[in-house]
């Protein structure tokens, strides 16, 4: 059974001084710049969503206690915004030719 412990995201909003001070010494061994270690909880959202899990499941793992929090962090991928102006647009084309297929009626 997971256990869910808190050790990677803090809910009382402390510093995790010991593991931030790893994160930092192997980004500078790697030679990683720019890296903030509190953008793995966007990252984790994010691609959790990608992956399917619902939304409650999600919020539980990172500590959000509400959906505008969990928002705030799930970032839509480009990809996704495409796929969905193209299904938009399927949608509307295929309308639109159901309605020049409709026959018209005269008036009688």
């Known amino acids: ?28 061994d790697q030679k990683i710049e ?6 793995l909880r966007h990252y984790a959202v994010t691609n959790l969503t990608d992956a399917g899990v619902d939304t ?3 919020m539980k793992i990172v500590g959000h206690s509400s959906v505008e929090m969990f ?3 799930c970032t839509i991928k ?3 915004l495409d796929a969905a102006m193209t299904r938009l647009n399927t949608l509307i084309t295929r309308r639109e030719s ?9 008036a009688l």
């Open 1 to 28: 059974m997971t256990r869910i412990s808190g050790l990677v995201f803090q809910k009382e909003g402390r510093k995790l001084n010991h593991t931030d001070r790893v994160i930092r010494q192997l980004c500078q």
């Open 34 to 39: 720019n890296f903030v270690f509190h953008d």
């Open 56 to 58: 409650e499941t999600i």
């Open 71 to 73: 928002l705030r962090y």
């Open 78 to 80: 480009a990809e996704k």
């Open 98 to 106: 159901a309605a020049r297929q409709v026959p018209e009626f005269a």
